[in-house]
């Protein structure tokens, strides 16, 4: 038996794409779907796909589930049969500074009904003290779904990835 996923590793390109997107439609919420892959007990997130959401405002998103599929397809379909990289779960952001919504928690649980595997919910709140909020949420047995919060490693910055500058 393998043991569950117990936190969300966000890798540079995933990390600027949800950043970037977040800032360009503020106030509004945005978001899409994340790509990467399982390691160890890890979820590790190595891209993020933006799907409008019609209808987005300063307190809901909902993706277009159409588009969503058709950039997954394109993002997917030129891959190499042996790369890792499939879909690990969604992200959208939230203008305030606050996690999961009960809402959020029961789409997740939804879509992990129909997944094998752990799926990564990301919350981007850029106001919030830590401004990524993770969720982990699984099918167990017998059609169970769980969802527990996960941390969220954030890539270093570009300063702490270089080091310190020499003398």
């Known amino acids: ?18 950043a970037s997107e977040t800032a360009r439609h503020l106030p509004r919420e945005t978001g899409g779907i994340l790509l990467g892959y399982g390691e160890d007990a890890n979820i590790v997130v190595t891209h ?18 159409v588009r969503a599929n058709v950039l997954l397809a394109s993002f997917l379909t030129p891959r190499a049969d042996d790369d890792p990289t499939g879909y690990v779960g969604e992200w959208h952001s939230h203008p305030a500074p606050s996690g999961p919504s009960p809402t959020d928690v029961a789409a997740m649980q939804a879509t992990a009904r129909q997944h094998g595997g752990p799926l990564a919910l990301l919350v981007h709140a850029p106001d919030a003290q830590q401004p990524f909020f993770g969720l982990i949420t699984r099918r167990q047995r017998m059609g169970r779904v769980t969802s527990k919060a996960a941390p969220v490693l954030s890539p270093p910055s ?9 003398d």
């Open 1 to 18: 038996m393998t043991r569950p996923a117990t936190r969300i590793e966000l890798r540079q390109e995933a990390y600027e794409v949800i």
């Open 48 to 65: 993020a796909l933006v799907v409008d959401g019609p209808g987005a405002s300063t307190h809901r998103y909902v993706r277009d589930d």
């Open 158 to 166: 570009r300063s702490e990835a270089l080091g310190p500058l020499p």
